[in-house]
């Protein structure tokens, strides 16, 4: 069967560090892969998406970038944080394109300082 | 893009009551999607329903495509239900997802 994980779960940044999220997904090749944040409190709003190794799409102009490396790896990066930066950081993928049903990984909360 | 409304936003029940949320869309989508939102942030699947009525357990729900809205409806409700649920909807020449902003329920005991 197919699983989803995140890391790390929970991560404490100063603001102006680096950061890395990493999404990666067992059991199936070539899924679409996204990238979501929630702020406190709010909805869902779409970062990244990716069809394919090397294949970015950008939703939201930000400090934020994407890279897929593998193809069932996904990772959030930033040179140089924001307190705006800060929430709660959800990777997922669709089973299949045609049906486009979501699946979640656990979820990475960030606190920029 | 697609817009997607949910309500209502916040909602109280006491355990045992029966609730019916609902999602509003803008435009024709080839899926929809209800999420449970648990305290730890996980979103759980509920369904994966683009049409008709599907049901599990206590849980079910009912979209109609034709007139853009879909209903989740609770029964008998417990205070695990509490959380947040969201209605996702795919348009897939977008190839993209875009979720309504959530209804918070609240059960108490």
């Known amino acids: 069967s197919q699983t989803i994980h995140q890391w790390p779960a929970t991560l404490v940044q100063p603001v102006g560090s680096p950061l890395s999220l990493e999404c990666t997904v067992e059991?199936?090749?070539?899924?679409?892969l996204y990238w979501y944040r929630q702020a406190a409190g709010r909805g869902l709003q779409l970062l990244f998406y990716?069809?394919?190794?090397?294949?970015i799409s950008s939703e939201v102009p930000q400090n934020l970038s994407a890279s897929r490396p593998q193809d069932r790896q996904f990772i959030l990066s930033s040179k140089k944080l924001l307190l705006s930066d800060s929430g709660f950081y959800l990777c997922?993928?669709?089973?299949?394109?045609?049906?486009?049903?979501?699946?979640f990984g656990e979820g990475s909360r960030l606190t920029v300082l | 893009g697609i817009q997607v409304e949910q309500s209502p936003p916040d909602l109280i029940l006491q355990e045992g009551a029966n609730s019916t949320l609902r999602c509003n869309f803008s435009?024709?989508?080839?899926?929809l999607q209800w999420f449970h939102q648990n305290p730890w942030g996980q979103l759980i699947n509920l369904f994966y329903?683009?049409?008709g009525t599907k049901q599990n357990g206590r849980l079910s729900a009912t979209t109609v495509a034709t007139e853009r809205y879909s209903l989740l409806y609770i029964s008998s409700s417990q205070t695990t239900d509490s959380g947040v649920y969201f209605c996702?909807?795919?348009?897939?020449?977008?190839?993209?997802?875009?979720f309504g902003d959530g209804t918070t329920l609240t059960v108490k005991p």
């Open positions: 990716s069809v394919g190794i090397g294949q």
């Open positions: 435009d024709s989508v080839n899926n």
């Open positions: 996702a909807v795919l348009n897939t020449n977008a190839g993209k997802s875009t």
């Open positions: 329903i683009p049409s």
């Open positions: 059991g199936t090749s070539n899924p679409n």
């Open positions: 997922a993928w669709m089973g299949t394109p045609r049906t486009g049903e979501l699946f």
